[in-house]
């Protein structure tokens, strides 16, 4: 089992930035892949970006340049640094955990972004 925890989420203006945090606890070795990812209201859950054990990133069409995925191990986080922030960015992101097995999702988090 993996025990995934969003935080990092907010309000924030249209161009403003924002980190969000993924924390992983349990069987953290099984872990191949983190990825984030979100879903508006009606809409489709998208890929933002994900990263594997080994360092390789991979990016969603939607916010490519605007968005960067980097992990620290010792603190088994990934962050997801979200920068010139549109209102059309407004989602739950969420974070999951790819054993190549099994898939494990945490609540998510809510990004708004409203003048």
């Known amino acids: 089992q993996v025990q995934v925890v969003e935080s990092g989420g907010g309000l924030v203006q249209p161009g403003g930035s924002l980190r969000l945090s993924c924390a992983t606890s349990g069987s953290i070795f099984r872990i191949s892949t983190m990825g984030w990812y979100r879903q508006a209201p009606g809409k489709q859950r998208e890929l933002v970006a994900s990263?594997?054990?080994?360092?390789?990133?991979r990016y969603g069409e939607s916010m490519k340049g605007r968005v960067t995925i980097s992990n620290d191990n010792a603190r088994n986080t990934v962050y997801l640094q979200l920068n010139s922030l549109k209102p059309e960015d407004t989602a739950v992101y969420h974070c999951s955990a790819y054993t190549g097995r099994d898939d494990y999702w945490g609540q998510g988090t809510q990004v708004t972004v409203s003048s």
């Open positions: 990263i594997t054990s080994g360092g390789f990133t």
